[in-house]
Nanobody, 125 residues
Framework: QVHLVESGGGSAQAGGSLRLSCVVF????????MGWFRQAPGKEREGVAT???????TYAASVKGRFTISQDSATTTLWLQMNSLKPEDSAMYYC???????????????????WGQGTQVTVSS
């Protein structure tokens, strides 16, 4: 069984930076997609960024150029570097994984089977 634990959330001023980490415990597979997702109060959970086992990344349009997703070679740690933060980035951030994924692109959010407990990010203006 896989267990994901996020950390690094907190409060920041608009224009500031935060770095989120997600450590994966348990057996993992070489073919996978991992991603960061967020959910603000009253809104649906949305994708922020994904990375597959080949290192290909995708970003939501709202964070492109500001956020960077990365992972270590063993795919046991996932990071999200968030720069130029905006108040609208405030949300609970979750990391998630989809193992044994062999598609060309990472799947939609509904396909992710393993989730962390979330870490809160609050950006003030």
């Amino acid at each position: 069984q896989v267990h994901l634990v996020e950390s690094g959330g907190g409060s920041a001023q608009a224009g500031g930076s935060l770095r989120l980490s997600c450590v994966v415990f348990g057996y993992t597979y070489s073919s996978n997609c991992m991603g960061w997702f967020r959910q603000a109060p009253g809104k649906e959970r949305e994708g922020v960024a994904t990375v597959d086992s080949d290192g290909s990344t995708t970003y939501a349009a709202s964070v492109k150029g500001r956020f960077t997703i990365s992972q270590d070679s063993a795919t046991t740690t996932l990071w999200l570097q968030m720069n130029s933060l905006k108040p609208e980035d405030s949300a609970m951030y979750y990391c998630a994984a989809k193992y044994k994924w062999y598609g060309d692109n990472c799947p939609p959010i509904s396909a992710y089977t393993d989730w962390g407990q979330g870490t809160q990010v609050t950006v003030s203006s």
